[in-house]
């Protein structure tokens, strides 16, 4: 009775049991067969092989008369959890690699026109270009410095946003009057048709803007690399019962299918001058919002259209 009981709790144990007489299997729980994948009873095991053979378990034997007791405790999930923590650790390595780089790149170029400036040689008309120029590239550093603090924020949770409701027409008129002058100096036609004064999203205010300036002013930059054919960006509007999409579609110079992956990763820039790091934060935004964006294009000089999607305002989950 005694030994039945004893068998019936090794069964329900949430451990590997083998019970060994001389390397002799007498005794193993389901667990432990359902592991190793093969009948054991009778069969001869070393102990000491046990955790080669098996190296998601991490093994503990004990004598008990003749006979050797193993206990295994199966530590897949642990292994798997630190390698994925691996994983995490090197991204950020080589996040933080890169940030570096980028900044250090940016405040070189600074301090080589300022060094520029300051050389006595240098004719006064040429200095106000070096000015200029040094002014852009401590803008660029300011906004690079800025979307990494941003991006860092997100990724480690302490950055949220506001979830208020947010009138599309009146913000997206204020983006696009910022812009169509660079779209005019870039030979780019921007079309954005009128839409309902009260079309409603759920948001924050400064990310929406921030993620509509990022895609239009791509939507301008990319359209204008183009060296044949016309050259116009168009943004479009559908309406949902839980949701509202804005399209922005432009007929620039398009991007590799096999590029379009990775597009969302910090860094990852196919642009001259480009950090990579605006649709990475794009992305992390519209998630904050909880909302979705995804890129299409069907190839070199076949455009792009990015896709975003927002909660509509009023609409109960």
Same mark, same amino acid.
């Given at each position: 009775m005694e030994a039945e009981v004893f068998h019936k709790v090794l069964q329900m144990m949430d451990v590997l049991c083998l019970i060994l007489e001389e390397g002799v299997v007498r005794f193993a729980n389901g !667990?432990? /067969? +359902? +592991? @190793?994948g093969k009948k054991l009873l009778g069969q001869q095991i070393k102990e000491d092989l046990l955790q080669s053979q098996t190296p998601f378990v991490k093994w503990k034997s004990f004598n008990i008369g003749r006979y050797t007791v193993c206990l295994g405790t199966d530590v897949s999930r642990e292994k798997s959890e630190i390698q994925? @923590? &691996?994983?995490e650790l090197e991204k950020r390595r080589e996040f933080f690699a890169t940030a570096t780089h980028e900044i250090r790149s940016a405040a070189n170029s600074i301090l080589g026109y300022l060094a520029l400036f300051v050389d006595e040689e240098i004719k006064l008309a040429h200095r106000e270009e070096l000015a200029q120029k040094a002014y852009s590239a401590a803008l660029r550093l300011s906004a690079l410095v800025n979307d990494l603090l941003d991006y860092v924020r997100i990724e480690e949770g302490a950055k949220e946003l &506001?979830?208020?409701?947010? &009138?599309?027409?009146s913000m997206l008129h204020e983006i696009v009057e910022d812009l169509k002058g660079y779209a005019f100096r870039k030979d780019v036609e921007l079309q954005v048709p009128s839409i309902g004064e009260n079309l409603t999203i759920l948001g924050e205010k400064k990310a929406f803007c921030r993620v509509m300036r990022n895609i239009l002013d791509n939507a301008i930059k990319f359209t204008s690399m183009k060296e044949k054919g016309e050259k116009r960006v168009t943004v479009s509007f559908s309406e949902e019962? /839980?949701?509202i999409s804005i399209t922005v579609h432009d007929t620039g110079i398009g991007i590799e299918p096999e590029k379009l992956p990775y597009l969302f990763e910090p860094f990852v820039s196919y642009s001259p001058g480009g950090t990579g790091l605006g649709l990475a934060l794009s992305k !992390?935004?519209?998630e904050l919002m909880q909302g979705e964006i995804a890129i299409r294009s069907a190839g070199t000089d076949k455009g792009t259209t990015v896709e975003l999607w927002f909660r509509r305002a009023g609409v109960e989950k």
């Open positions: !667990k432990a /067969q +359902t +592991t @190793l994925r @923590l &691996k994983g &506001k979830d208020e409701p947010l &009138k599309i027409n019962e /839980q949701g !992390k935004l519209m």
